[in-house]
């Protein structure tokens, strides 16, 4: 049984997609598409050796070898221009799942879905997302053992759609914040807790980069509540 976090991940993708699953451990995202009628065929890309065996391995054993094709290499590198129309990266921190975007740039001119799901720095993959003409089209987020994940789903389009107020939707996400389902309410209230006792640490900062750090969490907090309160 596929995770709900994958199983939402791979809602997403178009039916009859042609896939590329950059750091796919195990391969089982690539492997349930497949057997789900999602794709007709992918790639699963790893760049560590376990991981890269795993998913050999998982392949072969669900006689998935001639559709789903295992390569080691970091990032987009395993792919080949215009090979793929859809991309997932899953599991990962924002800053990773952006810095794979970034290096791999080439490798999206004819990519027509991006699904990303980023464990930590959601806001950071949103940013790449606006500065690279990439919309965010729909956004999942589901609490699964005990840990919240959040599912971002981007197409090429106007990357300033779906923000009417950008900072904060950055930090919250637009859909998300439009929903406020449990996941989210939870989220949010432990991250605003842990802002507070950040802030309350740094009370007596007197260095000037402790007081610049403190002052930024007190604005985003400010900021994240205040959206809240709406
Ligand atoms: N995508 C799977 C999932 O969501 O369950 C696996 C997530 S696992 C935590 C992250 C995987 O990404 C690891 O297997 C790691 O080796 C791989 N990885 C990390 N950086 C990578 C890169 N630059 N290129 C390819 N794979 C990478």
């Known amino acids: 049984q596929l995770s709900k976090r994958l199983q939402t991940v791979a809602s997403f993708i178009p039916k009859g997609s042609v896939l590329a ?3 796919s451990d195990h391969a089982y995202l690539p492997c349930y598409a497949y057997l789900h009628g999602y794709i007709t065929k992918a ?3 790893e760049v560590a050796d376990g991981p890269f065996r795993s998913a050999k391995q998982q392949v072969e054993k669900s006689g998935l070898s001639h ?3 295992v390569r080691k290499g970091d990032g987009l590198q395993v792919v080949m221009p215009n090979e793929v129309d859809c991309i997932t990266i899953a599991g990962m921190g924002g800053t990773l799942i952006s810095n794979i975007l970034e290096n791999g740039k080439e490798k999206l001119e004819n990519v027509k879905r991006l699904i990303l799901q980023p464990n930590v720095g959601a806001h950071i993959v949103r940013q790449w997302l606006l500065n690279n003409e990439w919309e ?3 956004e999942r987020i589901l609490e699964e053992d005990g840990q919240i994940y959040e ?3 981007a197409e090429r389009g106007d990357p300033y759609r779906p923000y009417t107020q950008l900072q904060v939707e950055l930090l919250l996400g637009p859909f998300l914040l439009k929903e406020r389902n449990e996941a989210f309410e939870k989220k949010w209230t432990l991250e605003m807790k842990h802002l507070s006792d950040v802030i309350e640490q740094l009370e007596h900062a007197k260095t000037e980069e402790a007081m610049k750090k403190k002052q930024q969490f007190v604005d985003t907090l400010q900021m994240v509540e205040e959206a809240l309160k709406r």
């Open 67 to 69: 559709v789903i094709s």
């Open 151 to 153: 599912v971002l789903v």
């Open 21 to 23: 699953d950059i750091g």
């Open 136 to 138: 965010l089209i729909d």
């Open 43 to 45: 790639i699963a890309g």
